[in-house]
């Protein structure tokens, strides 16, 4: 397969003005016929090149040019592309091309498909190719105008990008309906949906005042369950304007929920397309974390209306343009709806434990990347999560309102335009005066810098000297980067100093410092005591910190840090040491202890009251297994497993009494409410359960039992099931069988049930996944059901996914191979988790490997699933 370059960039030959689509709609066979007007570009200085249109999987009927219908002599056509040699230069021409597509065998979910007997579109990155012969890049825009004609019974909702501009019935019982959107945009922003859908509609005042109408489409059994996106659209809508000062441009705001698709939604322009699993919620069947997320990916669609669509990325390599500045802004969102707190761990923690494994791998790339097989693998943590944290870095150093002032100036400027990642970063830059020209590297350089930190204290001097080196483990020729460190200094006595640090400004006696060098001293004056130090908090940077730090401090700071993220980061790095020795413990040979120290933390925090009852769940909450083994520097999923299970019991053991209470205390009054203060207590609640259940006592087997047995919500339901499937509890069948009963008809309930039972640490797991696929509700095309069962397993259940003998691996390559002719971008997702194979021990190596070149070796593997695996194994 090819390659595409960055560097080859050029600009489009051709320009597309409009387009006149036209569809005749049915389930195995849609006609389209595609009117464009297309002019030469003039910024592009080459003349009489050919006109190629991109196209794949069409069948052809026929191409007119200006009236004149083409012989085949006059186009070349193949696999990919539409070819017409002649074109006017000097005027604008037409081409009208006629094709067909067959969506019912479209089980890729890219360009037009079926999902329920819906038919619908996902475009992005470069699916639009899939329905019609097209310039399918994104720095061509045009204005697009769409007529929709299907049998009005099969499909009575027709609907597509912008205003309703007209309708009308047919003969055969047919009706058609005509889109118009005012908006210029890319292809990869065109969206079709139709179906027997029923709507919930609501209304927006916009900041100027205008009345936009909001709708949300489901299938008829699902409409009691739109309410709470409804909900999020408004706030996403009103938060964009106090915050950004942006408001809504069309009239109508329409969502549309459906069950098989591969992302998690789709922001096409005034269309969104939307996975059921980010639209659909009830108390009863969807959790507070379901809620919390509706509500970020809802916002998430809503803010690319100005950050994506209208300013787009002029090529897929600035895809970190439009979605890293749209996750950062999404972050904010929920963090000023939910607990800021609590949403900056999350993020981290999600941060941490995957894309930092990302960037220390095989398939490690800048949040630009310069190269690229098949752009939907580059659909990646560190274009997302990363390009946010570089946004999030933008604001630190240049402050809120100077980078506000920087947004206002981006939109401002290039509102209406397909630009790159430099754009923004300049207009940052022009509207601060900061100079970013250092900190642009980070658009460039791959991996995670790695910080260290060494301090001297001078009591003579009453100084502190802070030495931070940075480096980037596996990269050669690393740039130095410019990465923003937020310090603190405490005295024992829990107050923050006063200390300063010259040309360094401090908020509230926290200091940003402006790491640039290679190595760098910061010498912080009006020190009266040794201090201990808070760094990097907020998490400022996505880097890793290495300094050591005493376990007393560590305690210290759980107690006293002022920075919740960092309180919490105190409690992570003292638990995770602990469990490292606990590591070495269990290596050695020799038996486990708890150290008091621990306990002892735990238990001040147990006895703490917080209105902050979420953020008193993140501190009680131990590191993950997969952010403890990305610290490992061979990682061994046994012990790392074992030596956290041990921690888990043992804090269960020693505070049964202050964890059951506590339990007690935030379950007595349930009553199913969804405000923050009900989450929060049900997130405390539950994390007690789930301590308490390693006991694996009656009484908490009784607990468990009756909480599911009694739940008003999903999140207790499924807390509590997710106990008992993960303890010895003699009701686990039971349990499992009765929740299957109660729910077979909500597939999002039952992509909950697949994943507890794929992600059970429980002996016979292997046994009861390999018996799941059999199922008769698992679906190899049903991509939310391929991820609840075969990548819970694979991502979520290191310790039987890993297990020695390979059977985890050899049955992930087995679903990759199914799933590569279904689902290539499904597919390759899946093969993820074998990418990391250099990470384990030799033997677990070779068997990683040898399923790695088990899916290369493939006949007709794809481009997506091709180049993972080959780039992992190289
Ligand atoms: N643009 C693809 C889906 C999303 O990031 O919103
Ligand atoms: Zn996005």
């Known amino acids: ?90 005027t604008t021409f037409t081409l009208a091309i006629e094709n067909t597509i067959n969506p019912k065998a479209n089980s890729a979910l890219e360009g037009l498909f079926v999902s329920n007997d819906m038919l619908c579109t996902q475009c992005e990155a470069q699916g639009f190719r899939k329905i019609t012969y097209f310039l399918d890049r994104p720095d061509v825009m045009a204005r697009f105008t769409t007529t929709l004609i299907a049998d009005k019974t099969l499909y009575p909702v027709l609907l597509s990008n912008g205003n309703k501009v007209a309708q009308g019935e047919l003969i055969d019982n047919r009706h058609w309906v005509t889109w118009e959107d005012p908006f210029k945009k890319p292809c990869y922003l065109f969206a079709l949906v139709a179906g027997q859908l029923e709507c919930i509609e609501d209304h927006f005042t916009t900041m100027s005042g205008r009345d936009i109408t909001l709708k949300i489409f489901v299938e008829a059994h699902d409409i009691d369950k739109c309410a709470h996106a409804m909900q999020s659209l408004k706030n996403s809508m009103r938060w964009d304007e106090v915050t950004y000062g942006r408001e809504y441009d069309l009239d109508l705001y329409m969502i549309v929920a459906v069950g098989h698709f591969n992302m998690g939604a789709m922001e096409n322009k005034g269309l969104n397309v939307f996975n059921t699993k980010f639209v659909l919620a009830r108390p009863d069947t969807a959790t507070d974390m379901d809620y919390e997320h509706i509500e970020g990916v809802i916002g998430h669609e809503y803010f690319h209306n100005w950050t994506g669509n209208r300013i787009t990325c002029r090529d897929w390599f600035q895809l970190s343009l439009k979605e890293g500045f749209t996750v950062f802004r999404d972050q904010e969102f929920t963090a000023d709806q939910t607990s800021k707190a609590v949403k900056r761990i999350d993020d981290v923690n999600a941060l941490r434990t995957r894309q930092f494994a990302e960037d220390a791998g095989p398939l490690a790339h800048p949040i630009r990347p310069e190269a690229y097989i098949e752009i939907n693998n580059f659909y990646t943590l560190t274009v997302y999560e990363k390009g946010a944290e570089v946004v999030r870095m933008i604001r630190t150093l240049l402050g809120t309102e100077n980078f506000h002032k ?30 970013l020209s250092q900190f642009r590297r980070w658009y460039s350089q791959a991996g995670t810098p790695v910080v260290k930190v060494e301090q001297t204290y001078d009591a003579a001097k009453q100084s502190l000297t802070l030495t931070l080196s940075q480096s980037i483990p596996g990269q050669k020729n690393a740039a130095v980067l ?50 201990i130090l808070s760094i990097l908090r907020g998490f400022s940077a996505p880097v890793k910190l290495q300094m050591s730090q005493p376990l007393t401090e560590l305690a210290f700071l759980l107690r006293h840090d002022n920075d919740s993220f960092n309180r919490w980061e105190a409690g992570q790095k003292l638990t995770a040491s602990i469990i490292f020795e606990l590591i070495d413990t269990i290596k050695q040979g020799k038996s486990l202890s708890i150290p008091e120290i621990l306990i002892d933390s735990f238990k001040a925090i147990l006895e703490q009251t917080s209105p902050d009852l979420s953020y008193l769940a993140c501190l009680l909450s131990l590191p993950a297994e997969n952010y403890l083994a990305e610290q490992m520097p061979v990682v061994d999923v046994e012990a790392i497993h074992h030596a956290r299970q041990f921690v ?92 299957y009963q109660q729910w077979q008809d909500e597939a999002l309930v039952i992509d909950k049930w697949f994943s507890i039972q794929a992600s059970s640490t429980q002996p016979d797991t292997f046994t009861v996944v390999q018996s799941l696929l059999r199922h008769s509700a698992f679906d190899l095309k049903n991509p939310n059901r391929v991820r609840s069962l075969v990548g819970a397993f694979s991502q979520a259940n290191p310790v039987h996914y890993h297990a020695k003998n390979g059977q985890g691996y050899q049955f992930l390559a087995d679903q990759v191979i199914a799933l590569n002719s279904l689902n290539p971008q499904v597919a390759s997702r899946m093969v993820s988790a074998l990418t990391q194979w250099r990470r384990f021990d030799k033997q677990r190596q070779d068997l990683m490997k040898q399923q790695l070149e088990r899916i290369i070796n493939t006949d007709n593997i794809s481009k997506d699933v091709f180049e993972i695996a080959s780039k992992s194994l190289a």
């Open 1 to 90: 397969p090819q390659t595409i370059y960055l560097k080859n960039y050029h600009e489009p030959e051709y320009l597309i003005e409009t387009v006149d689509l036209n569809f005749i709609l049915e389930a195995e066979y849609a006609r389209v016929v595609s009117r464009l007007t297309i002019t030469h570009n003039p910024d592009n200085k080459a003349r009489n090149a050919a006109l190629v249109l991109l196209g794949e999987e069409l069948t052809l009927i026929s191409i007119a040019l200006n009236g004149v219908t083409l012989t085949t002599s006059q186009y070349k056509l193949n696999d990919e592309s539409l070819t017409i040699a002649d074109v006017p230069q000097n």
């Open 406 to 435: 920087g947004a206002d100036l981006y939109f401002q400027r290039h509102d209406g335009q397909a630009v790159t990642c430099e754009h923004f970063v300049q207009a940052m830059e022009d509207a601060s005066n900061k100079d």
């Open 482 to 531: 410019h990465i923003p460190v937020k310090v603190a200094l405490f005295s024992e006595d829990g107050t923050i100093m006063d200390a300063s640090v010259v040309d360094t400004v401090a908020i509230n006696n926290e200091l940003t410092l402006e790491l640039r060098e290679q190595t760098q001293d910061f010498i912080f004056e009006n020190v009266p005591g040794t201090p």
């Open 648 to 739: 888990k019991r043992s804090l269960a053991a020693h505070l049964t009494e202050q964890i059951s209470a506590l339990y007690l205390q935030n379950h007595q009054q349930e009553t199913g409410e969804l405000n923050s203060a009900a989450i929060g207590k049900r997130r405390i609640k539950n994390l007690c359960l789930d301590y308490l259940s390693q006991l694996n006592t009656d009484d908490s087997h009784q607990l468990a039992h009756n909480q599911f047995a009694n739940a008003k919500t999903m999140t207790d339901q499924i807390a509590a099931l997710g106990s008992i499937v993960n303890s010895e509890n003699p009701e686990k069948q039971a349990c499992l069988q009765q929740f």
